[in-house]
């Protein structure tokens, strides 16, 4: 059994340019959540994806936008990159609703 | 009354010590406690987690203490070696809400020493 995978590892952005960050669940689990790490701090919750459907965001702007797919892998879309989105994204997956939340290694973002 | 406090920010520990990190929270809706465990470039791991009907829970040589008139619980490492170096966020939800999100800590970064 895999754990959570994510792509790319590390990226490295421009300043309003978009970024695209993926997350593949854990087998079995329909539910994704996704968190902004900054450094030196404790991760963030951004929202949630349960079979397919937004269940939930964090205090964060519409320019932060996610996708889960019928496999239930996920991808979480950043517009207008700011230089205060440089963070780590975690991808944590559960077998559903309620249940523990196993995160991936994260995709390390730097926008420049 | 969504934050989780957490202290020491920093842990220094000789080898065979006891490491102990302490959470703190306000909301008492919160029904879910876990603390994951986070070595640099990684994603934290889930080390052990309990619910308010538990006052403690061991495994291993990590225990959860729960205090539910407190509001508070803490993380004992037991005979804490070199390898659990890293830094330990404590979380909390509520899982009878909606969305079921994790509110973290500020994480304490332990270094034990040989």
């Known amino acids: 059994e895999t754990g959570v995978t994510q792509s790319p590892t590390h990226l490295i952005k421009t300043r309003g340019q978009q970024v695209t960050l993926r997350c593949s669940s854990q087998?079995?689990?329909?539910?994704v959540s996704w968190y902004q790490q900054a450094l030196g701090q404790g991760p963030q919750f951004i929202f949630q994806?349960?079979?397919?459907?937004?269940?939930g965001r964090g205090n964060f702007p519409p320019r932060f936008s996610g996708l889960q797919f019928p496999n239930y892998s996920s991808e979480l879309n950043v517009n207008a990159l700011e230089l205060d989105d440089s963070a780590l994204y975690l991808c944590a997956s559960s077998l559903s609703l309620s249940y523990e939340q196993y995160f991936g290694p994260g995709t390390r973002l730097t926008v420049t | 009354q969504q934050q989780v406090k957490q202290s020491p920010q920093s842990l220094i520990v000789q080898k065979g010590g006891i490491s102990i990190i302490n959470c703190a929270y306000e909301n008492t809706a919160f029904d879910y406690f876990p603390w994951y465990q986070q070595f640099p470039g990684k994603g934290p791991a889930l080390l052990i987690a309990i619910r308010p009907d538990v006052s403690e829970k061991k495994e291993g040589r990590f225990t959860i203490s729960f205090n539910k008139s407190a509001k508070q619980f803490s993380l004992h490492i037991m005979d804490s070696q070199p390898g659990d170096s890293a830094t330990y966020f404590c979380a909390a939800k509520a899982d009878w809400v909606r969305t079921d999100k994790l509110i973290f800590g500020t994480g304490t970064r332990l270094q034990v020493f040989p």
């Open positions: 994806y349960y079979r397919e459907e937004e269940n």
């Open positions: 087998s079995g689990h329909n539910t």
